[in-house]
């Protein structure tokens, strides 16, 4: 047996190897960054299977993203011959999504139940309040959509919420009407998801005594981000027979802001008794000045669970350091060197552009840098952030196909009740809402009972979709994308649209999307009858196919995470429509526009947790964004941001470059901002400055702070030709000498009285854009344009 798995074993170090194999019991694996954790998380599933030792059936492991979830799928596939598809790998969300799918008469949803996303959900809420005459100055509705989710993942219904005062009366209020409504459309959040599964496997004996015989492994990556209710969760499924192996590392935790409980790694050992607890001190991923840096960061948190890592790589090339006079020159020279890195004109370089990454902290900032990508010509793809899924033509297009697939969806309905625009006015949709309210019905099936005007056009607008839905009963996807995208008038409108070019482009690219789908899914295909490994509750078969051994079954190439076999009792499957919605719901972050294009890859720090590149960029190390301006009056999310700050350093295999820029435009306004205290928790010696170091940081001060010196060290000392790309940079002011700011009144000679925009640019490229009521939106030059604020 042994001797069979062998090969797995190979490319492990003892610690690792000693993990992957570990007896069936529960285990704790807690290691820092690079150091193996997903690598022997997966070599242990390979090794499992491989030994005989559980089904492919048996399995259940729970990934970050929907991204980590392929990638497992497609190692474990080019490790064994194992048919992925079947097995339960994917994200908390995916997984409970296909668990509810499979037993949703007991969960109580329709069979089609969609998935609102967090937009849709606050929509969904403002309707709500807007309906109740709730005072959305004294309850915002993002509050409110706070308010929910956080009793969702504490599993507190509304009737179970410890009142305490007329706000929590109210809010409770809010959150009861939220769930009726949802219940009525047929639709459930991403807490809703979790909780439900929760609430099934608790109240349902059989159920959850099926899934606790079946799935004898279960394993998570990435456990210190755990919530209190996904820990219930894995709690619930772990039966008798069952071993949990988990895989985390405490200074990783990102996610606190969200509810995630570091502290569900010491429970965890304490309530499963756990016995084996391996730690991996061997960091295979970075370099040493690079591993040296981080291990220096976060040795200034406080409250750590204590660990080492090391390297046997050599210390590699020094952290590069760059400062920027501008966000836009930051930008620019980001581009230069990374144009330098690709082409390879230097000893180093060569470098594909999906092993560069820009890692930001807010999402705000990518803008810039997408800006100056896109003029250079550099091909880019943008993770997290606007979603492709998330765009307004995408989410109108989704909107009427959640319609064709259910009537009910008065989200859906409303998006585009009046979109394109066909005389249908808020009036109309009041007098519908009310009908709706009054009948306990949904806005379509209320149509009936409206008159006079309104009436005839809701009515016209119904009769549109209603044959639309009979239209494409018998169309492939793709063929009903197309319909709905010429019969709804999208495509018509945008195209009338000044800027609609792009918005239908990514119409197009809808269709792309789902013929993929449909392709990686099977559907359409004389389906090759995939091994129902799904049981009924209280049967357990065991197919070779379901061993996971069988080598006839279809290579599975780019397996779905979010993959819903069909029912075990009725073969009842998902239509192609509703498994692509569910699909588009849950993918998380990936623009499938430009898939397979070799790109630069842009995200955020948290999501780019658990990746990692050749290059990386960290952008905007300034204090008031990384860390964050929100964390820096208290020293426990500081170590959130320190945490996070570790986390991207550790991404960089052999180069990286942390940049801060002295000014930038954020949420329409000029910053200033001193670079981040974080420069000065990195050891010395790993640095390359590649402009001048100044001596003055955060610390206590941001924004205009007297921290921010008024002339600069001489450019001479430290400057490094690897800048090439930037002139050194001029001596500045801490303060702008126009004195605009974003939002500011002002007046100009001819356009007359008008709003400060935005301002970029420095002294004399200094620009405002101006919003004039008379003559519309400027660009003025400061150094010309002639604007006296008005008071
Ligand atoms: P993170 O904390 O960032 O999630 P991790 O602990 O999960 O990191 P992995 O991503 O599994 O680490 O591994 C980091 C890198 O090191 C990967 O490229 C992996 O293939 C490689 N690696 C891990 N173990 C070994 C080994 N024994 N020999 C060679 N390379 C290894
Ligand atoms: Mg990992």
């Given at each position: 047996?042994?001797?069979?798995?062998?090969?797995?074993?190979?490319?492990?170090?003892?610690?690792?190897?000693?993990a992957?194999?570990?007896?069936?019991?529960?285990?704790?694996?807690?290691?820092?960054?690079?150091?193996?954790?997903?690598?022997?998380?997966?070599?242990?599933?390979?090794?499992?299977?491989?030994?005989?030792?559980?089904?492919?059936?048996?399995?259940?492991?729970?990934?970050?993203?929907?991204?980590?979830?392929?990638?497992?799928?497609?190692?474990?596939?080019?490790?064994?011959?194992?048919?992925?598809?079947?097995?339960?790998?994917?994200?908390?969300?995916?997984?409970?999504?296909?668990?509810?799918?499979?037993?949703?008469?007991?969960?109580?949803?329709?069979?089609?139940?969609?998935?609102?996303?967090?937009?849709?959900?606050?929509?969904?809420?403002?309707?709500?309040?807007k309906?109740?005459?709730?005072?959305?100055?004294?309850?915002?509705?993002?509050?409110?959509?706070?308010?929910?989710?956080?009793?969702?993942?504490?599993?507190?219904?509304?009737?179970?919420?410890?009142?305490?005062?007329e706000?929590?009366?109210?809010?409770?209020?809010?959150?009861?009407?939220?769930?009726?409504?949802?219940?009525?459309?047929?639709?459930?959040?991403?807490?809703?998801?979790?909780?439900?599964?929760?609430?099934?496997?608790?109240?349902?004996?059989?159920i959850?005594?099926?899934?606790?015989?079946?799935?004898?492994?279960i394993?998570?990556?990435?456990?210190?981000?755990?919530?209190?209710?996904?820990?219930?969760?894995?709690?619930?499924?772990?039966?008798?027979?069952?071993?949990?192996?988990a895989?985390?590392?405490?200074?990783?935790?990102i996610?606190?802001?969200?509810?995630?409980?570091?502290?569900?790694?010491?429970?965890?050992?304490r309530?499963?008794?756990?016995?084996?607890?391996?730690?991996?001190?061997?960091?295979?991923?970075?370099?040493?000045?690079?591993?040296?840096?981080?291990?220096?960061l976060?040795?200034?948190?406080?409250?750590?669970?204590?660990?080492?890592?090391?390297?046997?790589?050599?210390?590699?090339?020094p952290?590069?350091?760059?400062?920027?006079?501008?966000?836009?020159?930051?930008?620019?020279?980001?581009?230069?060197?990374?144009?330098?890195?690709?082409?390879?004109?230097?000893?180093?370089?060569g470098?594909?552009?999906?092993?560069?990454?820009?890692?930001?902290?807010?999402n705000?900032?990518?803008?810039?840098?997408?800006?100056?990508?896109?003029?250079?010509?550099?091909?880019?793809?943008?993770?997290g952030g606007?979603?492709?899924?998330?765009?307004?033509?995408?989410?109108h297009?989704?909107a009427?196909?959640?319609?064709l697939?259910?009537p009910?969806d008065?989200?859906?309905?409303l998006?585009?009740?009046?979109?394109?625009p066909r005389?249908?006015?808020?009036?109309?949709?009041?007098?519908?809402?009310?009908?709706?309210?009054?009948?306990?019905?949904?806005l379509?099936?209320?149509?009936?009972?409206?008159?006079?005007?309104?009436?005839?056009?809701?009515?016209?607008?119904?009769?549109?979709?209603?044959?639309?839905?009979?239209?494409?009963?018998?169309?492939?996807?793709?063929?009903?994308?197309?319909?709905?995208?010429?019969?709804?008038?999208?495509?018509?409108?945008?195209?009338?649209?000044?800027?609609?070019?792009?918005?239908?482009?990514?119409?197009?690219?809808?269709?792309?999307?789902?013929e993929?789908?449909?392709?990686?899914?099977?559907?359409?295909?004389?389906?090759?009858?995939?091994?129902?490994?799904?049981?009924?509750?209280?049967?357990l078969?065991?197919?070779?196919?379901?061993?996971?051994?069988?080598?006839?079954?279809?290579e599975?190439?780019?397996?779905?995470?979010?993959?819903v076999?069909?029912?075990?009792?009725?073969?009842?499957?998902?239509?192609?429509?509703?498994?692509?919605?569910?699909?588009?719901?849950?993918e998380?972050?990936?623009?499938?526009?430009?898939?397979?294009?070799?790109?630069?890859?842009?995200?955020?720090?948290?999501?780019?947790?658990?990746?990692?590149?050749?290059?990386?960029?960290?952008?905007?190390?300034?204090?008031?964004?990384?860390?964050?301006?929100n964390?820096?009056?208290?020293?426990?999310?500081?170590?959130?941001?320190?945490?996070?700050?570790?986390?991207?350093?550790t991404?960089?295999?052999?180069?990286?470059?942390?940049?801060?820029?002295?000014?930038?435009?954020?949420?329409?306004?000029?910053?200033?901002?001193?670079?981040?205290?974080?420069?000065?928790?990195?050891?010395?010696?790993?640095?390359k400055?590649?402009?001048?170091?100044?001596?003055n940081?955060?610390?206590?001060?941001?924004?205009?702070?007297?921290?921010?010196?008024?002339?600069?060290?001489?450019?001479?000392?430290?400057?490094?030709r690897?800048?090439?790309?930037?002139?050194p940079?001029?001596?500045?002011?801490?303060?702008?000498?126009?004195?605009?700011?974003?939002?500011?009144?002002?007046?100009?000679?001819?356009?007359?009285?008008?709003?400060?925009?935005?301002?970029?640019?420095?002294?004399?490229?200094?620009?405002?854009?101006?919003?004039?009521?008379r003559?519309?939106?400027?660009?003025?030059?400061?150094?010309v344009?002639?604007?006296?604020?008005?008071?």
């Amino acid at each position: 047996e042994v001797d069979a798995a062998s090969p797995l074993l190979q490319n492990l170090n003892p610690e690792q190897g000693a993990a992957v194999t570990l007896p069936n019991e529960h285990a704790l694996i807690l290691a820092g960054a690079g150091s193996g954790k997903t690598r022997v998380l997966t070599t242990r599933i390979a090794w499992l299977l491989s030994t005989g030792q559980v089904s492919s059936g048996g399995i259940l492991a729970v990934t970050f993203t929907n991204k980590a979830a392929k990638e497992m799928m497609t190692r474990l596939s080019a490790m064994l011959p194992v048919n992925v598809r079947g097995m339960w790998i994917g994200t908390f969300h995916g997984l409970c999504n296909r668990f509810l799918r499979a037993h949703y008469k007991l969960a109580n949803l329709p069979s089609t139940f969609q998935i609102l996303d967090t937009q849709d959900q606050l929509s969904a809420i403002k309707r709500l309040m807007k309906q109740h005459n709730v005072d959305d100055e004294r309850f915002p509705a993002k509050q409110t959509q706070w308010f929910i989710a956080g009793c969702k993942e504490d599993g507190l219904r509304p009737n179970m919420v410890e009142v305490r005062g007329e706000e929590d009366r109210k809010k409770v209020e809010i959150y009861q009407l939220y769930e009726e409504q949802c219940q009525r459309e047929g639709v459930v959040d991403f807490g809703e998801l979790m909780l439900r599964s929760y609430e099934l496997l608790r109240d349902n004996d059989p159920i959850r005594e099926h899934y606790q015989r079946r799935f004898r492994h279960i394993l998570i990556d990435e456990f210190q981000d755990t919530n209190k209710l996904q820990y219930a969760w894995i709690k619930m499924l772990a039966g008798e027979g069952s071993s949990v192996f988990a895989v985390g590392d405490d200074d990783q935790s990102i996610y606190a802001f969200r509810g995630a409980r570091v502290g569900n790694m010491a429970d965890f050992v304490r309530e499963f008794h756990v016995r084996h607890q391996i730690k991996l001190e061997q960091n295979y991923r970075s370099h040493s000045n690079i591993l040296d840096s981080a291990n220096e960061l976060i040795s200034h948190n406080k409250t750590r669970l204590g660990k080492n890592l090391r390297t046997d790589a050599g210390p590699g090339e020094p952290v590069r350091v760059y400062e920027a006079p501008t966000d836009l020159a930051e930008a620019q020279w980001m581009v230069e060197e990374m144009r330098h890195l690709v082409r390879g004109d230097g000893p180093e370089g060569g470098f594909e552009r999906k092993e560069i990454a820009v890692l930001y902290r807010s999402n705000a900032q990518s803008r810039v840098i997408e800006t100056a990508l896109f003029n250079a010509a550099v091909p880019y793809r943008v993770y997290g952030g606007l979603r492709f899924f998330e765009r307004a033509e995408i989410k109108h297009a989704l909107a009427y196909l959640r319609v064709l697939e259910n009537p009910n969806d008065d989200t859906s309905f409303l998006r585009i009740v009046n979109f394109p625009p066909r005389g249908i006015g808020a009036r109309s949709i009041e007098q519908l809402q009310d009908a709706a309210r009054a009948a306990g019905s949904s806005l379509h099936d209320a149509v009936k009972s409206t008159t006079g005007k309104a009436g005839a056009n809701l009515a016209g607008f119904v009769a549109k979709l209603d044959k639309l839905r009979e239209d494409t009963l018998d169309l492939t996807l793709r063929e009903t994308i197309e319909l709905m995208l010429q019969q709804s008038g999208l495509i018509e409108h945008y195209k009338s649209e000044r800027e609609g070019g792009d918005r239908i482009e990514n119409l197009e690219e809808l269709v792309n999307a789902a013929e993929s789908f449909v392709t990686q899914e099977g559907f359409g295909r004389d389906a090759v009858a995939l091994p129902v490994d799904e049981l009924g509750p209280g049967m357990l078969r065991q197919s070779p196919a379901s061993q996971g051994l069988d080598p006839s079954l279809p290579e599975v190439n780019e397996p779905a995470p979010d993959y819903v076999p069909p029912d075990a009792e009725t073969g009842e499957t998902l239509s192609p429509l509703a498994a692509f919605l569910t699909h588009a719901a849950l993918e998380s972050g990936d623009n499938q526009a430009q898939a397979g294009q070799d790109a630069i890859q842009l995200m955020t720090v948290h999501s780019a947790k658990g990746l990692e590149f050749d290059c990386v960029f960290i952008t905007g190390m300034e204090e008031g964004l990384f860390p964050h301006e929100n964390s820096m009056s208290d020293p426990q999310s500081l170590e959130e941001e320190r945490r996070l700050a570790y986390v991207a350093i550790t991404r960089a295999r052999k180069r990286l470059y942390l940049s801060h820029a002295q000014t930038r435009l954020l949420h329409g306004q000029t910053r200033y901002n001193v670079k981040s205290r974080f420069f000065e928790e990195l050891p010395e010696g790993a640095l390359k400055w590649l402009t001048p170091k100044n001596q003055n940081f955060g610390g206590s001060a941001f924004g205009y702070g007297s921290g921010y010196p008024s002339t600069r060290p001489a450019q001479s000392a430290g400057f490094s030709r690897e800048s090439f790309s930037s002139p050194p940079v001029p001596v500045q002011k801490a303060e702008p000498s126009h004195g605009l700011k974003g939002g500011m009144k002002v007046f100009h000679t001819k356009f007359g009285e008008g709003t400060v925009v935005s301002i970029e640019g420095q002294n004399e490229d200094a620009r405002a854009q101006v919003n004039f009521p008379r003559h519309g939106i400027k660009w003025l030059a400061l150094s010309v344009a002639k604007l006296t604020p008005v008071p």
